[in-house]
């Protein structure tokens, strides 16, 4: 009964009180405007405006018509919001080590969230060997977590690779000759075996000071001075620098993975390993990417 595109002209000519500021908001002319509210008026078959050369006001009829333009317009933005979003459906159980959700995979989540309101996210943060295994329980869909490097660059599942690189808090220094004192995540974590198998091959000596299945609980310790952490370059937790030891050689790189519990996956399960791959260079600013 009343046109969108009336009951727009109608709004423009209220909040500015003329024809010609309308006309003007709205990229019309002034009896283009004009006759968009003759059509409304005949439509609702009632006078909405009064006006005369020097002003224009609501009629009763006319403030009425005020807050069902609003109405009709914005169920009309909701409609249109609803038929253009994506059809996907479904549930994706995903699941991500801290290291990555404390970057910039919050906001590539909350966009695939935006682009597909009806698929339900749930999300499981926990260390990378703890995914793979809540993975293979069958209770995550995809895991984005970290492994050894494959052979190659063969492995689809790389989303990116980074440098392991020791940390330490700003002005840390050890005397020549101490252990280093290591802080860490507990057993079966990957970076807590690589170190260990470093300073082993090494011949250094090290002892653990603290360690905690948080990274922000690792994080702590370290800028405290507890101790030293092994972390990937292109993420470092905040406040902490590279640290150096002639001692020790390059930890080597690590490689970022998207694995998934099947074979063949499903439309929502796609779009987010697509959603996250396009994103790569967003999650390692200035990292390796595949």
Do not use: W
């Not at 990957?190 to 082993?200: E, K, P, S, W, Y």
């Not at 702590?220 to 092994?230: D, E, S, T």
């Amino acid at each position: 009964m009343f046109d969108p595109t009336h009951l727009r002209s109608f709004l423009a000519v209220e909040s500015t009180r003329s024809f010609t500021a309308a006309g003007r908001r709205l990229g019309l002319r002034q009896s283009t405007v004009s006759g968009h509210v003759a059509k409304l008026e005949a439509a609702a078959g009632r006078r909405l405006l009064l006006r005369d050369t020097h002003s224009v006001e609501l009629t009763a009829d006319g403030a009425a018509m005020l807050g069902f333009a609003r109405e009709i317009l914005e169920r009309e933005e909701a409609a249109q919001r609803y038929f253009s979003e994506s059809t996907l459906r479904g549930r994706v159980r995903f699941g991500a080590s801290e290291d990555l959700v404390l970057h910039e995979l919050p906001a590539v989540l909350a966009e695939f969230r935006r682009d597909h309101p009806r698929v339900d996210l749930e999300l499981t943060v926990a260390l990378s060997e703890d995914l793979n295994q809540l993975l293979a329980d069958g209770h995550l869909d995809i895991a984005f977590g970290k492994q050894r490097p494959g052979v190659g660059d063969r492995d689809p599942r790389v989303v990116f690779s980074d440098e392991l690189v020791l940390h330490s808090a700003p002005g840390f220094a050890l005397d020549p000759g101490e252990p280093i004192p290591f802080v860490t995540y507990p057993e079966p974590a990957l970076t807590r075996a690589i170190a260990l198998d470093l300073f082993r091959r090494s011949g250094v000596p090290y002892r653990i000071t603290c360690t905690s299945d948080s990274l922000n609980g690792l994080r702590a310790a370290v800028l405290a001075g507890m101790g030293v952490i092994l972390h990937a370059a292109g993420m470092p937790p905040e406040g902490l620098v590279p640290f150096e030891d002639p001692r020790l050689p390059s930890p080597g790189p690590i490689d970022v993975v998207l694995t998934a519990r099947r074979s063949v996956l499903s439309a929502p399960e796609e779009a987010l390993v697509r959603a996250i791959r396009a994103n790569a260079d967003r999650l390692t600013p200035g990292r390796r990417t595949r």
